[in-house]
């Protein structure tokens, strides 16, 4: 009688690994799908999800693939050095740009990092970034990172994205995304909490993915036109206009003190009025997705369990 297989302790079971890989598939689809997230973030969610795939592969029997580096190169701009495809180190970037305007170098402190693990597995991380004088705004990391260092360096690069927009354009060139793909904010209080990291983006960034959910395609900037207007005495008053949805339906935020913020406040409000329809496409969208990624799971078992069963057979 042959041996019983002993699982490693700690090892993760066939079924956690093919959910995990599941859910990794529809985080993956859903950045390649937004072309305003930047490629680099695309390209480190790739990254996650072939090295869970390769674990996969491992617990059906399959062989590693001796082509295979392990790894994503991904198109991250120029980088410290000035050379196309040098990785940006994007709080070292941020510390730069923000000396540069307070002209004085950066004391120690006065860049923030709040990072906290999403679960109690402690293997996802949020991070918020913060700099009272310096910075308009926290800024939060794109979605739950797999190191705190990850997603320290997301927080980094959605606040040069929004603080810094020209140098940030510099640093990835073709693959800067458009306006409507600017950092979010985070406005949740100071204690770490994932509040805007783990669920959908705020503002400008949420508007884009709604209009892209309500028109089935990626959006364009012709997509959501956004006209502001200053009020005598009281700030700025933006409309976000969607030219390409319903007719062109227009929604007018309230008074803010600048033209960011009320660009902001008039996308928060057209989010906040197309909601119920969102979230019910949302919904639509995932079922498929899960439906599509378990007929794939399926047929992947079958492949390996008849190709185990053809090498039983050549061996007897």
Same mark, same amino acid.
């Given at each position: 009688m042959a041996p019983k297989k002993v699982q490693p302790q700690g090892a993760q079971t066939l079924e956690q690994v093919e959910a995990k890989f599941a859910a990794q598939s529809n985080l993956f689809y859903e950045k390649c799908m937004d072309l305003n997230t930047p490629q680099?973030?695309?390209? %480190?969610?790739?990254? !996650?999800?072939?090295?869970?795939?390769? +674990? $996969? /592969?491992?617990?059906?029997?399959?062989?590693?693939? #001796?082509?295979?580096t392990g790894s994503i190169t991904a198109p991250t701009g120029a980088?410290?050095?000035?050379?196309?495809?040098?990785?940006?180190?994007?709080?070292?970037?941020?510390?730069?740009?923000?000396?540069?305007k307070a002209a004085r170098v950066m004391t120690k402190g006065e860049i923030i990092f709040n990072?906290?693990?999403?679960?109690?597995? %402690?293997?996802?991380? !949020?991070?918020?970034?913060?700099?009272? +004088? $310096? /910075?308009?705004?926290?800024?939060?990391?794109?979605? #739950?990172?797999?190191?705190?260092?990850?997603?320290?360096?997301?927080?980094?690069?959605?606040?040069?994205?929004?603080?810094?927009a020209e140098v940030y354009a510099q640093l990835v060139g073709p693959y800067a995304p458009t306006a409507a793909a600017k950092g979010q904010k985070r406005k949740g209080g100071p204690d770490g909490a994932p509040v805007a990291s783990a669920g959908p983006p705020e503002g400008k960034s949420a508007l884009s993915h709604s209009v892209q959910m309500l028109l089935g395609r990626p959006v364009t900037k012709e997509d959501m036109v956004y006209v502001t207007v200053q009020v005598e005495?009281?700030?700025?008053?933006?409309?976000?206009?969607?030219?390409?949805?319903?007719?062109?339906?227009?929604?007018?935020?309230?008074?803010?003190?600048?033209?960011?913020?009320?660009?902001?406040?008039?996308a928060k409000l057209a989010c906040a009025q197309l909601k119920s329809i969102v979230d019910q496409l949302e919904e639509e969208h995932k079922a498929k997705k899960a439906k599509k990624n378990?007929?794939?799971?399926?047929?992947?078992?079958?492949?390996?369990?008849?190709?185990?069963?053809?090498?039983?057979?050549?061996?007897s």
């Open positions: 680099s973030t695309v390209a %480190n969610s790739l990254d !996650v999800l072939m090295k869970t795939r390769s +674990t $996969l /592969l491992g617990l059906y029997g399959v062989a590693p693939d #001796p082509k295979w980088g410290g050095a000035g050379v196309p495809g040098t990785p940006v180190i994007w709080s070292q970037k941020l510390h730069e740009c923000l000396s540069k990072t906290t693990a999403v679960d109690e597995t %402690n293997k996802s991380f !949020v991070s918020t970034l913060s700099a009272p +004088t $310096l /910075l308009s705004a926290e800024y939060s990391s794109e979605g #739950p990172c797999i190191s705190k260092a990850a997603a320290q360096h997301s927080a980094a690069m959605v606040a040069m994205q929004e603080e810094f005495g009281a700030g700025n008053q933006s409309t976000v206009s969607l030219p390409t949805y319903d007719g062109g339906k227009s929604y007018q935020g309230p008074v803010a003190p600048s033209k960011k913020e009320a660009e902001m406040a008039a378990a007929e794939g799971l399926a047929k992947m078992k079958k492949m390996q369990e008849e190709k185990k069963a053809a090498a039983a057979t050549a061996a």
